[in-house]
Structures are given as C-alpha cells and as structure tokens.
C-alpha cells in the first residue's frame, strides 16, 4: 500500500483530497500549522472514510520537523497544498507570501531529496495566467501573474521545473485549479474561511445563512452575457479525484507535467446566484458594485489535455456544487466551530 504526504490537509481542498486517498486505499499522513484551518477537518475525514491517517503539527519552514518525520516515515509520494491564498492580504503583506509559500516549499523538495522521494503533485492555480488573452484557457497559454500570491504560484512552478531540470528523478504534477466550489456530499466537511470571505461562493452561502446581508456583485458591464464576470466553478470532489489520477501518472515517470483542472464550463455571477437560491430555496439579496481591481472578465479552463492524459473529467454540475455547498453551510453555520 502506498504511502502519500499530504501538506495542509487539514484545508478545504486538501480535507476532500485526503479523504478520497484513506477511500482509494492509500496511508496517509497529514501535516498542517493550522494557520488556516482545524483539525476538527481531519477528525470528520476519518470517520467518514472510517479510516485513520496519520498528522503532524508542522510548519513547512521549520526544516528540522520536517526531517526527522521524513527520517521515521517512508512516503511514496508527496501532495502539496500548504500555502497561504487570499490575494488581498498577500498586497499587504507580500513577504510573509513568499516565505511562507516558496520558502516552505524550497524546504520541503531539500527534505525530500534528502529522503529520496522524488515525486510531488503541486497545488498551482489559474491565477498564473493573470488576465488571460483568451478562454478557454490551454496550459500553454502565456504566463503572468498580477499579485504576489499569484506571483509565488509562478515561482514555485519555475522552481520545481529547474529542479527537474537538474535531476530528471523528480516526477512532478503541476495541477492549476479554477474556482474551487462545494463540499462533500454528507455535509460534514467543507470550506470554512476565516472572517469575511473573498470568493464568490462561500460569500453567497454566509448570506444564504443569514451570517452576511447581502452580495456585492462587482460589476455588470462585463463583455458577457449578463455583464457579470465568468468563471470555471469546479466541485472540490471532482478536484480531490484529479489528485488520484495525478498520482496514478506520476507512477508512471513522466517527468513534469501540468495540467489545467476546470470544467471547461464558465458560469456568470449572477448564474452562480440563482442556482444557489434554486438549491437552497432561499433569495440571495444582491446589489450591484464596482468592479473589483484585477479581475478579469472571463476565465474558463480547456482541461482536454486532463482528460486525456489523465482520464479525469469534472463530473458535478453547478446545481450540485451549490447543493452540497448548502448542505456543508446550513449544517455548519459557524464552519468547523458549529
Ligand atoms: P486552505 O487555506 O483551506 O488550506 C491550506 C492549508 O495549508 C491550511 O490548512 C493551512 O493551515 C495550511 N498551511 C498554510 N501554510 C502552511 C505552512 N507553512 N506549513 C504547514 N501548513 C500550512 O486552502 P485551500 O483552498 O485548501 O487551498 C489549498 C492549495 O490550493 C493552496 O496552495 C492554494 O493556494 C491552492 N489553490 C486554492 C484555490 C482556492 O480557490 N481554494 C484555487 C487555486 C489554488
Ligand atoms: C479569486 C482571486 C484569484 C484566485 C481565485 C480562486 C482575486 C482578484 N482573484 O479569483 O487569484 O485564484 O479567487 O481562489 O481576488 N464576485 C462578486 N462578489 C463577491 C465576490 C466575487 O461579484 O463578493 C465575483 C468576482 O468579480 C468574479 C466572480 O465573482 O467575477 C468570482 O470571484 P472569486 O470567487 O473571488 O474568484 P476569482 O475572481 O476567479
């Protein structure tokens, strides 16, 4: 059986994806700071999965924790999701951004070229395609980031490709997410931002609550459909799948590969909306605002490059992502706290 680290998994995604690993069969061992999450993440995982995995309070940047795990474990394969994320706060504080998610992560690949483990699946995102010329949105589509968390995704990206570069053992897996949405079907985990959310979707699903009071929609004069802005909203189950079939790949030595994990589908704000009010039969107080700086009109990924090196496809529709994001917020109003 293998053996997989996974880093923050205590997080939304990396929560959904542990998961999936304890059902596929896979050890798993989780570390996480807690900066950004709680273990009460991990408790729900494995009585879901009625499976137990390992975890380690640790900071990625504290080296000598992370050798002397790698020293009492063998892992097969690493997933990496630590990492900090909210672009705002990462214009405030720029530096705490790249210590904690390249330097975190430049001490991760030395513990694991220590320990001779070569193989990673890195949590890259759409973000490294800044405002993008066109959608859908191809891996090879030009590059460029407009805020330091985009920034370190890029960076790291860089690195872990000179690494490759400079020793061919290393398989990487560069996976770069759309907009992660919804939560896993029993409603047991599922996203849990701290103090107001950034994202559409969470924001929505506190005002559905009744945590919020209403939504700002940022903008309307859009060049789309409706005039709100377009995204690839993809249900974190089908992401936590993507992780599985990445690792299946990278068994296979392919060097360093990257692949886009969206719907290919773009949906408009005011879609994401009414499908939510739809799915939980509540009315989404909305206004209409300015838009917000950096955003781009429309970003939608072209994931056949997935699909058909990978064989992973999204499955869910929007009306599930909403309905399983409902189901997580109104069983847990407060999150992990309720
Ligand atoms: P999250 O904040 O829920 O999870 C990240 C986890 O990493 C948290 O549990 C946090 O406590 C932990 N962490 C952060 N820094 C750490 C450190 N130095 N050492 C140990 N643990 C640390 O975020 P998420 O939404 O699950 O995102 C996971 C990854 O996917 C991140 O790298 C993020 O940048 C990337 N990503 C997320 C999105 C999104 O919209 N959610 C989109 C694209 C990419
Ligand atoms: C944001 C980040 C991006 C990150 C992505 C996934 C910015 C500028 N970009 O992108 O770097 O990779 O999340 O985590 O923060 N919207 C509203 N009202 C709201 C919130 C959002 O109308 O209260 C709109 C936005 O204008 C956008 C859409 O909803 O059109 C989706 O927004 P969001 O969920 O923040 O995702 P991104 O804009 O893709």
């Given at each position: 059986?293998?053996?997989?680290?996974?880093?923050?998994?205590?997080?939304?995604?990396?929560?959904h994806t542990v998961l999936a690993l304890?059902?596929?069969?896979?050890?798993?061992?989780?570390?996480?700071?807690?900066?950004?999450?709680?273990?009460?993440?991990?408790?729900?995982?494995?009585?879901?999965?009625?499976?137990?995995?390992?975890?380690?309070?640790?900071?990625?940047?504290d080296k000598e924790k992370l050798k002397?795990?790698?020293?009492?474990?063998?892992?097969?394969?690493?997933?990496?999701?630590?990492?900090?994320?909210?672009?705002?706060?990462?214009?405030?504080?720029?530096?705490?951004?790249?210590?904690?998610?390249?330097y975190g992560t430049i001490n991760l690949?030395?513990?694991?070229?220590?320990?001779?483990?070569?193989?990673?699946?890195?949590?890259?995102?759409?973000?490294?395609?800044?405002?993008?010329?066109?959608?859908?949105?191809?891996?090879?589509?030009?590059?460029?980031?407009?805020?330091?968390?985009?920034?370190?995704?890029?960076?790291?990206?860089?690195?872990?490709?000179?690494?490759?570069?400079?020793?061919?053992?290393?398989?990487?897996?560069?996976?770069?997410?759309?907009?992660?949405?919804?939560?896993?079907?029993?409603?047991?985990?599922?996203?849990?931002?701290?103090?107001?959310?950034?994202?559409?979707?969470?924001?929505?699903?506190?005002?559905?609550?009744?945590?919020?009071?209403?939504?700002?929609?940022?903008?309307?004069?859009?060049?789309?459909?409706?005039?709100?802005?377009?995204?690839?909203?993809?249900?974190?189950?089908?992401?936590?799948?993507?992780?599985?079939?990445?690792?299946?790949?990278?068994?296979?030595?392919?060097?360093?590969?990257?692949?886009?994990?969206?719907?290919?589908?773009?949906?408009?704000?005011?879609?994401?909306?009414?499908?939510?009010?739809?799915?939980?039969?509540?009315?989404?107080?909305?206004?209409?605002?300015?838009?917000?700086?950096?955003?781009?009109?429309?970003?939608?990924?072209?994931?056949?490059?997935?699909?058909?090196?990978?064989?992973?496809?999204?499955?869910?529709?929007?009306?599930?992502?909403?309905?399983?994001?409902?189901?997580?917020?109104?069983?847990?109003?407060?999150?992990?706290?309720?």
């Amino acid at each position: 059986m293998k053996s997989i680290l996974v880093t923050g998994g205590c997080g939304f995604i990396g929560s959904h994806t542990v998961l999936a690993l304890l059902q596929a069969g896979f050890n798993v061992c989780v570390i996480d700071n807690l900066y950004n999450s709680s273990y009460e993440s991990l408790k729900r995982v494995q009585k879901l999965a009625g499976k137990k995995t390992d975890f380690h309070q640790i900071d990625l940047r504290d080296k000598e924790k992370l050798k002397s795990l790698f020293d009492q474990s063998r892992f097969d394969a690493v997933v990496h999701f630590a990492g900090l994320k909210a672009v705002g706060e990462s214009m405030e504080k720029p530096l705490l951004y790249y210590s904690n998610n390249v330097y975190g992560t430049i001490n991760l690949c030395e513990v694991m070229k220590g320990a001779g483990v070569f193989d990673i699946v890195f949590s890259s995102s759409a973000t490294v395609y800044g405002n993008p010329e066109r959608s859908p949105i191809s891996e090879d589509q030009r590059l460029g980031a407009v805020n330091p968390y985009g920034q370190t995704k890029l960076i790291i990206e860089e690195m872990l490709r000179d690494l490759h570069r400079s020793d061919p053992q290393w398989n990487t897996a560069l996976l770069r997410y759309f907009n992660p949405v919804g939560a896993h079907k029993s409603g047991e985990i599922g996203e849990d931002p701290n103090g107001i959310p950034n994202n559409l979707m969470p924001f929505v699903s506190q005002v559905a609550v009744g945590k919020l009071d209403e939504l700002k929609v940022f903008g309307n004069d859009y060049p789309t459909r409706d005039g709100t802005g377009i995204r690839d909203y993809i249900h974190v189950s089908d992401l936590a799948n993507g992780h599985l079939k990445a690792l299946k790949k990278l068994a296979e030595n392919p060097g360093i590969v990257t692949y886009n994990l969206g719907t290919g589908k773009g949906a408009t704000v005011l879609e994401v909306i009414h499908a939510f009010e739809q799915a939980s039969n509540v009315k989404i107080p909305y206004k209409i605002a300015p838009r917000r700086p950096g955003d781009a009109a429309v970003t939608y990924a072209d994931s056949a490059k997935a699909e058909k090196e990978l064989g992973w496809k999204a499955e869910r529709d929007l009306e599930t992502m909403c309905r399983d994001a409902w189901n997580w917020q109104s069983k847990n109003p407060q999150g992990y706290d309720s």
